[in-house]
């Protein structure tokens, strides 16, 4: 991706101003990958290493398609089940949260955000000495 410079403001002859931009920035799509992985793995609550995001970039949007496991409460936590926002509500919420947080770290429009979930994870069971 390619993204330009802020301009710089000149006076221009006749008493106008001119905005002129110098040079361009590179970004890798590696790049936006991996920040959208990560911001992915925080907003659902797993490990990074369990999200995969696959990024279209054009040049005046992106497009976010993340793939990842969704926590849920251990079957037998009762109280956990019963409190648990519903799958697709926490999901909802989860692709809204994203949008916005990838539309500031990038710096451009991000016009979708698709979240697949691809099964369930539950908290790992802490052993007691």
Request: net charge positive.
């Amino acid at each position: 991706m390619t993204t330009a410079l802020p301009g710089v403001a000149t006076a221009a002859p006749g008493g106008g101003v001119s905005v002129q931009t110098h040079g361009r920035v590179d970004v890798a799509d590696r790049v936006f990958r991996k920040a959208a992985e990560q911001a992915a793995a925080e907003a659902i609550g797993v490990d990074r290493a369990d999200v995969s995001v696959d990024i279209a970039a054009s040049r005046d949007t992106v497009v976010v398609r993340v793939q990842a496991p969704f926590p849920v409460p251990r079957l037998d936590d009762t109280e956990a089940v019963r409190a648990a926002t519903p799958v697709l509500e926490a999901a909802r919420g989860i692709q809204h949260d994203l949008h916005d947080r990838l539309t500031r770290l990038f710096g451009r429009k991000v016009s979708r955000v698709d979240l697949t979930i691809a099964g369930a994870t539950t908290p790992k069971r802490r052993r007691v000495r």
